[in-house]
């Protein structure tokens, strides 16, 4: 048993109390009381939320940071630096980045990741003597940083439209799809705080016929897919089956609250509503979308059709989900020339609550008695955030990763600190980067 003494705590939207006591049995929040004297309990000074929900990862591109702005930073430095890297992973190697990379998130407030997975075999497309081994390296690393994980294996197939996989592709594909949803049925992990669930890598890399054979072979589980990432994608889409990836996805059964289409950028009216009809979440990832100049999002008209917003660090370019929350905002801004597009409580909500939901842990992202025991403390004391009012808008409109005070992780408290990381990271990234 222990118990923590939130200064302020946010409790929800438009419910920011003082003096909150969290009474926390193992990993799990068992009582939430207001107007409570510190006692015998751990003070938190700060602003106190719910943990984080970092729904869109690839741990192996954080050895890309500030190594991809060279001749101006095109698509082709970065994709070339990115396969560069990739072709160079081991199981052990992996394990070295992901954790280090998970231990960056840990420290910025991040309590579950979701990563988007598709290393899975040798360099030559040959699967290793456990053909989960890169899977199980990446749900070791999370489990050592101190994270939840939900595993989302993707399947990949193809190059484009047909076209096979070749060079570092090939340690993508497992052949087709019925290979894939074997190799994911062998995984095998038992753990509270490990979710295995699946993903569609785009719908140029499964061909449409093999579709359903990944929404059958994954029923039950998270499912995650990029959609409509680039304007190219729709063309080549439309060009090869006479319609949108959403429609394409739709007419394939895989649209429901189950799936979270990640980027979701260039979309129709149709699209739009189509995706906020079936329930489906939406995983805008700001930093790396600006960084790769894919464009600016609808997510206010998806979230009004019925989508949930969830938030991811996606290449690592940036490890800060506060930057990724006010990210929404205001890129909504600059592309429509107005302000007052979401509250700062419907951002924290993004993610948080909706962000662990679309992971497989709809009892996280709440302070509340039965949900995971996750609290993460924001310094409002600091030169970004002293003055600010110290509530929601705070959190969202002035905090940075570096006003995490503490981190309060399925009950543990995340004991890292900034030298010990950096050396972490510094060390695996050296092993794995060209030179």
């Given amino acids: 048993m222990t118990a923590y003494w939130c200064e302020r705590a946010w409790l929800g939207p438009s419910d920011v109390a003082s003096a909150v006591r969290v009474d926390v ?38 050895a890309l940071r500030g190594r991809t702005q060279r001749e101006r930073g095109s698509f082709w430095t970065w994709r070339d630096t990115m396969y560069g890297v990739a072709e160079r992973l081991d199981p052990d190697t992996y394990y070295d980045l992901a954790r280090a990379t998970y231990q960056e998130m840990a420290m910025t407030g ?39 994980i939900t595993l989302l294996d993707a399947c990949y197939l193809s190059a484009g439209f047909g076209k096979p996989p070749e060079g570092v592709q090939r340690r993508f594909s497992d052949g087709f ?70 429609a394409l996805l739709a007419d394939a059964g895989l649209l429901s609250d189950r799936l979270t289409a990640v980027h979701a950028t260039h979309l129709t009216v149709a699209d739009v509503a189509t995706l906020g009809g079936t329930g489906c979440f939406v995983g805008f990832c700001p930093t790396t979308e600006r960084d790769l100049a894919d464009g600016i999002g609808p997510a ?23 930057e990724e929350m006010r990210a929404v905002e205001l890129d909504a801004r600059l592309a429509s020339q107005q302000r007052g597009h979401f509250t700062a409580d419907e951002l924290i909500t993004a993610a948080t609550a909706a962000g662990h939901r679309s992971l497989g842990f709809p009892d996280a992202g709440v302070l509340a008695p039965g949900a995971w025991a996750d609290l993460v403390t924001v310094d409002v004391t600091s030169p970004r955030t002293a003055g600010t009012g110290a509530g929601a808008e705070s959190v969202v409109f ?12 399925s009950g543990r408290l995340v004991e890292l600190d900034a030298v010990t990381v950096g050396h972490n990271l510094s060390t695996a990234i050296a092993a794995v980067v060209p030179r």
């Fill in 177 to 246: 799809a019925d290979g894939w949803a074997e190799r994911l049925g062998a995984f095998d992990v038992v753990d509270p705080r490990v979710v295995v669930g699946a993903a569609v890598h785009s719908v140029r890399a499964v061909p449409r016929e093999q579709l359903p054979t990944v929404g059958d072979s994954s029923a039950g589980v998270p499912l995650h897919v990029h959609l409509s990432e680039q304007v190219a994608e729709n063309e080549a889409c439309l060009a090869a089956y006479g319609c949108t990836p959403t």
């Fill in 25 to 62: 049995d193992g990993d799990r929040i068992t009582a939430v009381s207001r107007d409570q004297p510190q006692g015998e309990a751990t003070r938190l000074d700060g602003l106190t939320i719910p943990g984080l929900a970092n729904c869109h990862s690839h741990a192996f591109h954080r």
């Fill in 110 to 148: 991040v309590t579950a990741v979701g990563e988007f997975h598709y290393l899975h075999h040798g360099a030559d497309g040959t699967p290793y003597d456990d053909p989960n081994a890169m899977g199980h390296a990446v749900v070791a690393a999370a489990l050592d940083a101190g994270l939840r």
């Fill in 398 to 409: 002035a905090a940075s990763a570096a006003d995490v005070s503490s981190v309060v992780a």
């Fill in 300 to 322: 206010r008209s998806l979230v009004d059709a019925g989508s949930g917003l969830t938030l991811g660090t996606d290449s690592h370019a940036v490890v800060d989900m506060f």
